[in-house]
């Protein structure tokens, strides 16, 4: 019974191995192929202070 334990135990651990090496080399491709050139930069998050509109704007 150990043997089985050790053999799937061995199985699951490659499975996993080349599961996380295949999900890392199609993310860092997925990530790559939105850098193409001309496209539009993404600002993520808030800006502090904040940013004006229009800062020509006369009040």
Known sequence: MFKTLLK???????????????ARVLGS????????EGS????????WPPVPVNPDRKD
């Open 29 to 36: 491709r997925s990530a790559d192929a939105g850098r193409a």
């Open 40 to 47: 539009i930069p993404t600002i993520g998050g808030d800006t």
């Open 8 to 22: 799937w135990s061995i199985r699951l651990t490659l499975v996993a191995g080349v599961a996380t090496a295949l």
